[in-house]
Structures are given as structure tokens and as C-alpha cells.
């Protein structure tokens, strides 16, 4: 596969918001194994501390993972992210597992600026339920967020309803 093309002009650095879709290799389902799921988050939340970065929801499908991160610093470099998690995350799968975790590339979508982060928050959380996955957002596993409580997303899910 190709690397998806990025925003022409975009330097993908600093004060900015993207969601991001990271796919297995062949799209294997990696992630219906736990330990999987939660060595590739720890690998993501390390990296994420190092390149001031924020993880503000994250879901592991079984053969993608859907993050929603912000940018902390002037410093803050999306593509030296993404390389590093999938690097480190990818080296501990293939140590455990014998083979790589991740294709190659990887999908952003650079959010405007004033867009709602609980709304994109909001699409992360009910992909398991949109799959057949799991009947409510409690029911998934391998979902979260670093800045708001699940209970917090579910409140906030619950006023978007009304």
C-alpha cells in the first residue's frame, strides 16, 4: 500500500488537533488480543509524553486503532509521533508475536480549528457499537481518553442525544 498524501503546505507541527487511523498489517485482527491492545496504548501514551502530545480518545478496533490527538507544544511533530508509536509498538508485538503489527502509513484528518472535540470523541467511542462489537460504549475494552473519564464521555454522549 501507498502512504496516504498529507496536506500540502501543512508543516503537522505544533498547536494542532488530528484524528488518526493506524491499520494492521493485511488488517489482521491484532487487537482482539488484550495484552496486544494494551502494549500498543502504553507504547502510544509513552511517545505521546515524549513529543508533547495529548491522547484525547483512543479506540482499538480489532484490526485498526482510531486516535484523537492534540498537539502541546510549538515542538509538537505529528509525523515524528505517529513513526515513533508505530515503531515502538510495533517492536514489542513482533517480539512477542514473531511478526509486524502495522501496514505502512497512516490516515489524519486535521481538525479546524473551533471544531468540537467530544464530537469526534463522540465517533471514537460508539465504532465498537456502529461494528456490533459491543452493545454500549461500557461493553468495549479498548477505549478511552486521557483528558476525560469514560463516565465523563458518556455524560457528554448522553447530552448530544437530547
Not at 91 to 115: C, F, K, N
Not at 140 to 150: E, I, M, Q, T
Request: charged share 25%; with cysteine; aromatic share 12%.
Amino acid at each position: 500500500m501507498s502512504r496516504p498524501p498529507r496536506v500540502r503546505g501543512f508543516t503537522y507541527r505544533g498547536l494542532h488537533r488530528y484524528f488518526l487511523t493506524f491499520c494492521t498489517l493485511n488488517r489482521q485482527a491484532f487487537f482482539l488480543n488484550s495484552t496486544t491492545a494494551s502494549h500498543t496504548l502504553l507504547q502510544f501514551r509513552k511517545t505521546s509524553n515524549e513529543e508533547a502530545f495529548e491522547i484525547l480518545a483512543y479506540c482499538f478496533m480489532p484490526d485498526h486503532a482510531h486516535l484523537l490527538v492534540e498537539g502541546l507544544e510549538d515542538r509538537s511533530d505529528l509525523r515524528r509521533f505517529s513513526k515513533l508509536a508505530k515503531q515502538r509498538s510495533g517492536r514489542i508485538h513482533a517480539r512477542l508475536s514473531g511478526g509486524p503489527l502495522w501496514q505502512e502509513g497512516y490516515y489524519d484528518r486535521v481538525l479546524r480549528e473551533g471544531e468540537d472535540m467530544l464530537t469526534v470523541a463522540r465517533y471514537l467511542l460508539n465504532n465498537p457499537i456502529r461494528a456490533g462489537l459491543a452493545a454500549t460504549v461500557t461493553d468495549y475494552p479498548h477505549l478511552g481518553s486521557d483528558r476525560w473519564s469514560v463516565a465523563e464521555l458518556i455524560e457528554a454522549q448522553q447530552t448530544w442525544r437530547v
